[in-house]
Nanobody, 119 residues
Framework: QVQLVESGGGLVQAGGSLRLSCVAS????????MGWFRQAPGKERAFVAH????????NYADSVKGRFTITRDNAKNTVYLQMNSLKPEDTAVYFC????????????WGQGTQVTVSS
């Protein structure tokens, strides 16, 4: 199975930026759609961003559109989430996920990394 390892989370002031990274091991990374999700305490896990296998198509939650950018580097087996103009409501645990089959949902998940935005 695919193993996902995240890095880049931390504490930042409102208006600042962070870049999350997720490195995939196992399988064929370039064959997987990738996504980022987040979960705040007491809330359901929410979609943040999605990128197709070759990186040609991306999709974002309305709440982050224009501020966050998802990219991938298939040569490095890595997907990134560049987060700019961060707001306190962006505070959450962020999860990297992979879709390894065409049918069905995401089936591999990272451990999660905490992002905290202070006002």
């Amino acid at each position: 199975q695919v193993q996902l390892v995240e890095s880049g989370g931390g504490l930042v002031q409102a208006g600042g930026s962070l870049r999350l990274s997720c490195v995939a091991s196992g399988g064929t990374f370039s064959a997987y759609s990738m996504g980022w999700f987040r979960q705040a305490p007491g809330k359901e896990r929410a979609f943040v961003a999605h990128i197709t296998r070759g990186g040609a198509v991306t999709n974002y939650a309305d709440s982050v559109k224009g501020r966050f950018t998802i990219t991938r580097d298939n040569a490095k087996n890595t997907v990134y989430l560049q987060m700019n103009s961060l707001k306190p409501e962006d505070t959450a645990v962020y999860f990297c996920a992979a879709r390894t089959v065409v049918l069905g949902g995401y089936n591999a998940w990272g451990q999660g990394t905490q992002v905290t935005v202070s006002s």
